[in-house]
């Protein structure tokens, strides 16, 4: 499309530019075949270098300066013989008589060749003069203006002030404005509409709001999700790496900074643990959980991802047609891919393992913190380093004291209890046997209790109890728990003498599954439990489906008198997650922890003989016991916690190797046939480009991510800032100066306003690459500013808009369009950061994946907070969001499509989301206009359109709204059961009155209008 335009301009023109008018037709047309690949490379004829392309052979030149006729291609590509015709009809692949005539006069008029635009260094253009001056706000009118003029086209007026309030916010915060924030910008804009639009610019950058506009836009390119992708598709903590992103786009942080933060913060000198954060970029790629897979395979589909993401983002190339063989179409060899590769070929991650960080809730978030708390946190986190240096002469300590107190500790004397009386909260059957266990039967209630009375006999005293649970043919795998894999989550143990409870003041078992503690059980807490799952950290040879005890130690011995001892077992968390068979043991005195004999065994080892796997179990208990770390560390989450901060999660990070990687051309791309006879490759970039400046290391002495992330941003780079600029336009308009956004190469468009995109590019380097100036410069800019009316006048000169005689029309991203039904409904959350979150979604979206997903709608606030924080598996993502053409975050995504479905409008009218949206939407207006009859209706109605469209109804919409409401209201008068349904709760008490209104609501939020930026 945009060849066309270009190619027809230059048509007529007297000089033909290579670039410009020659090389897209030959880079799609003839390159496959006689481009820079020797393998596919037919009858040794090369075109796209000007030496090969003239070089004579046999008498034959590809193609004579001047001398069409005698051109071998212009002999073939006229041909009328099939056979010799070029291209051959099998490549499906037919030039046009315009381009073949452009070919014709190009080689007539010299045939003069140049590097590919992209590759030549960025020219520092000066802003053209124009005639038309009262139109130009800033120089980025003066390109625009000069193109228009050369083809006789006039701008478009500028848009009103409230269609400009509502660009602004859409495309700098992704929130609708308010009817008072529109308003004072309509006062701010009749006043004067330049500083109208710059203040409200300044305002909106530096806002939380803003970063997670464009921190969702950068999301994209670094292929973030919350889950590790294949078929598992596990969770993954990747929240702090955003929370990062939106931070760093608030602060303005230098898209230089930006850059090598995310590619190499971690080799920066002292990196801090931001730094460190944002090299989750790289962290994003897939991970396959699954059992029998290569983790050498899958460790180099990671770094195949970094190479081929880097290129894309920053080079705006595609690299991974270089990844098998030499790029068809780009000189990029395949031995440079690898070379490339090289780079991200020494970091410590291998698949599903790697290097973490602790970030705690807001920590990367927050802007200023008290200087008095942020001492006491520096003065907490000294003791906290102190105690972890000196950490294994405090492990000898206890395990000497550990060791003597269980050899003087008296073992306790255990007695079976045998029950005499037993029952169950909701019924389930209890069968005692010989041995005089309780046995539970499989057919039980989802959660189920037991109480058992048992008798003490002539016991004069009971200082503590043991419970055993066992297996049994009968139960699940063997049990000892009802659960289909044999556990069980015991979440209260309670003992009474008759009817007096008696306080339990320890616990202690021999195993218990990672984070459900025995310790749960007397925490009080029906959300928490003792489970015998095993899992990571689980020492070896421990098993589930066998027996397993734990013990319970009174606060003071008691003396039964004869009494029965009555013991409740609580099942409150799982359901079906029922202990299977137990007994109850009890002794005359406290016993000493239960621990395994392998623990003593190591405890009795010199710690010079002792194994990995002693060592690891000690390191293990002590941490357990280490109560000054503990007490160290839970002063630390104090302190953070005054702060601001929320719960901590480890983040992924990448973290370069001791010792690197040797790195080896992979043949046809297969990491298994590395190509040794080339010998190892180092690190470096095409040859195309001006190689990096490669700083001192102390442990290498090649180029490292460092040095590339570098040279990326680096003047000698001639892409990186027309890539970054030409985005940055994309969003602002729909649509880049180069549209093939994601390929710089060959392969891609030439730009539409080339001298403009070098200006931009120039601007932000010397704005020291501050995003915060360029957005600020492109929508102050008459361009932007423009009506996105329909112009008739256009479709026969520029049907597409490519010289940008009009702004456009953007329908909106799918978080997006949450946002705005949730400002619009008064819904919306303003909270910033943190773990992902569980909107409602439909039922059975994860009936086809191979593991289920928890998917437990959030309730409160977390329930309505914007787009970006919802949870995304890359498995099985959240509906709403596919359905508006969001990526699938397997590989690296620079531009969205946009489609116009008919789920679309099924998913704005009926999800149960927007549903609930809209009825906000009518109580919302049902609050803030008070009273019935048509001066009300019409008053809301007016107010709807301001929260939903930021405008006023016209005259005739205003009729046509009320008369809908009224037919509405009629509706539900004569079916009141069906207004009740869709009023909802907040609306229960009027329920025609609140149907009637959410009835219009989802009308108006079902417009194109709703979802569009104008």
């Not at 481009?35 to 009858?43: F, I, N, T």
């Not at 392309?53 to 034959?60: F, I, N, S």
């Not at 409008?905 to 207006?925: K, V």
Request: aromatic share 8%; net charge positive.
């Amino acid at each position: 499309m945009l060849a066309l335009v270009l190619a027809s301009t230059a048509a007529s023109a007297a000089e033909i530019d290579f670039n410009r008018d020659v090389r897209p037709i030959l880079s799609r047309n003839c390159f496959h075949c006689h481009g820079p690949d020797e393998e596919e490379r037919k009858a040794g004829l090369r075109l796209d270098v000007e030496s090969a392309a003239k070089k004579t052979t046999d008498g034959v030149a590809g193609i004579v300066e001047g001398k069409p006729d005698e051109s071998l291609i212009i002999q073939r590509i006229f041909a009328t013989d099939a056979d010799d015709r070029m291209p051959p009809p099998e490549a499906k692949k037919t030039l046009t008589k315009k381009q073949k005539q452009i070919l014709r006069n190009w080689i007539a008029q010299g045939a003069e060749y140049q590097d590919h635009w992209a590759f030549l260094p960025i020219k520092r253009s000066k802003p053209p003069a124009v005639r038309k001056k009262n139109f130009v706000r800033n120089p980025i009118d003066q390109f625009v203006l000069e193109k228009l003029g050369n083809n006789r086209i006039e701008p478009s007026p500028e848009a009103d002030a409230g269609t400009l309030a509502k660009r602004i916010y859409i495309d700098l915060v992704g929130l609708l404005p308010s009817p008072d924030e529109v308003s004072a910008f309509r006062k701010a804009f009749a006043k004067d509409r330049d500083e109208a639009v710059k203040s409200l610019a300044t305002r909106l950058l530096p806002t939380d709001a803003h970063g997670e506009r464009w921190g969702r836009h950068w999301l994209d390119q670094a292929r973030y999700a919350d889950s590790q992708g294949y078929t598992i598709d596990g969770d993954r903590i990747m929240w702090p790496y955003r929370d990062w992103v939106i931070r760093a786009i608030r602060d303005n942080m230098p898209f230089d900074r930006f850059t090598i933060e995310q590619l190499a913060g971690d080799l920066l000198p002292n990196p801090t643990k931001a730094q460190l954060v944002a090299t989750g970029f790289h962290r994003n790629t897939l991970i396959n959980q699954e059992g029998g897979t290569d983790n050498e395979q899958f460790r180099n589909e990671e770094v195949v991802d970094r190479v081929n993401t880097t290129g894309a983002v920053w080079l705006g190339l595609t690299l991974g047609c270089a990844q098998c063989h030499t790029h068809k179409f780009d000189p990029i060899t395949h031995q440079e891919y690898f070379e490339m590769f090289a780079f991200f070929n020494h970091t410590e991650d291998v698949n599903n393992t790697g290097p973490t960080v602790e970030v705690y809730q807001q920590e990367l978030l927050l802007d200023k913190l008290d200087p008095k708390i942020q001492a006491q946190l520096n003065h907490a986190k000294m003791i906290v380093s102190r105690l972890e240096r000196t950490k294994s002469e405090r492990q000898e300590d206890w395990e000497y004291a550990y060791l003597k107190k269980t050899a003087e500790a008296r073992p306790a004397v255990w007695s079976v209890l045998r029950p005499v009386e037993f029952t169950t909260q909701n019924g389930s059957l209890l069968e005692q046997l010989s041995d005089h266990s309780l046995l539970g039967k499989i057919r039980q209630a989802a959660q189920e209790h037991y109480f058992v009375g048992y008798d003490t006999g002539d016991a004069e005293s009971i200082a503590a109890i043991r419970l055993r649970v066992l297996p049994h043919k009968s139960l699940p795998k063997n049990g000892p728990g009802l659960a289909g894999n044999g556990n069980f989550v015991l979440t209260r143990v309670i003992v009474k003498l008759g009817d007096r409870e008696i306080p339990i003041v320890s616990a202690d078992s021999d195993h218990a599954q990672p984070r459900f503690p025995i310790l749960n059980v007397i925490d009080g807490k029906k959300e928490t439990g003792w489970a015998i799952n095993v899992g990571r950290g689980t020492p070896k040879g421990v098993k589930m489906n066998t027996e397993h005890e734990a013990q319970f130690t009174l606060a003071k011995p008691i003396k039964p008198d004869g009494k029965p001892l009555r013991v409740e077992l609580w099942h409150e968390k799982n359901n079906h997650y029922n202990i299977g068979r137990f007994a109850i043991d009890a002794s005359p005195n406290a016993p000493p922890p239960v621990k395994s004999v392998k623990l003593i065994a190591a405890l009795k080892t010199q710690g010079n003989k002792r194994t990995a796997d002693q060592k690891k179990l000690l390191t293990a208990e002590f941490a357990k016991a280490d109560g000054d770390l503990k007490a160290a560390k839970a002063d630390v989450s104090r302190v953070q916690r005054q702060l601001g901060f929320g719960p901590s999660a480890k983040a992924m990070i990448t973290r370069e190797l001791k010792s690197p990687r040797e790195t080896y051309v992979h043949i046809r791309g297969d990491f298994l046939r590395k190509d040794k006879e080339r010998g190892k490759l180092l690190p470096g970039v095409p040859a195309v480009f001006p190689a990096p400046n490669v700083a001192k290391h102390e442990r290498v002495a090649y180029a490292n991510r460092l040095d590339l992330a570098r040279w990326l941003v680096s003047t000698n780079n001639p892409l990186t800032a027309r890539v970054t600029v030409n985005r940055v336009w994309m969003r602002y308009f729909g649509r880049g100066l180069v549209e093939t956004e994601n390929d710089f190469g060959t392969q891609g468009t030439y730009p539409t306003h080339p001298d403009l995109l070098d200006w931009l590019a120039h601007y932000l380097m010397d704005n020291d690459w501050s995003m915060h100036a360029l957005h600020k410069l492109i929508v102050s800019s008459a361009t932007y500013r423009q009506s996105s009316n329909h112009r008739p006048d256009l479709n026969s000169v520029d049907k597409h808009n490519l010289l940008l005689a009009r702004q456009n029309r953007i329908r909106y991203d799918a978080e997006i369009i949450r946002d705005v039904a949730l400002s619009a409904s008064g819904m919306l959350t303003r909270k910033t950061g943190g773990p992902s979150v569980r909107p409602p979604q439909p039922a059975g979206v994860y009936a086809f994946t191979q593991t289920k997903k928890n998917w437990t709608p959030d309730t409160g606030a977390n329930r309505y907070r914007r787009g970006m924080y919802t949870r995304f598996y890359r498995s099985a993502p959240y509906p709403m969001m596919t359905t508006f053409d969001s990526p699938d975050f397997q590989s690296v995504c620079t531009s969205r499509p946009r489609s116009n479905t008919p789920l679309q409008s099924l998913t704005m009218a009926n999800d149960e989301t927007f549903f609930e949206f809209a009825q906000g939407l009518a109580s919302r207006l049902l609050k803030d206009v008070e009273g019935t009859g048509t001066p009300a209706d019409r008053e809301r109605v007016t107010r709807a359109f301001e929260y939903c469209f930021c405008r006023k109804p016209s005259g005739s919409e205003l009729d046509s709204v009320v008369e809908y409401l009224e037919q509405q209201r009629e509706r539900f008068e004569t079916d009141v059961e069906a207004a009740k349904t869709i009023a909802g709760k907040s609306l229960a008490s009027k329920p025609v009155q609140g149907a009637s209104w959410v009835a219009l609501s989802r009308g108006l939020m079902n417009t194109d209008e709703f979802i569009t930026r104008e």
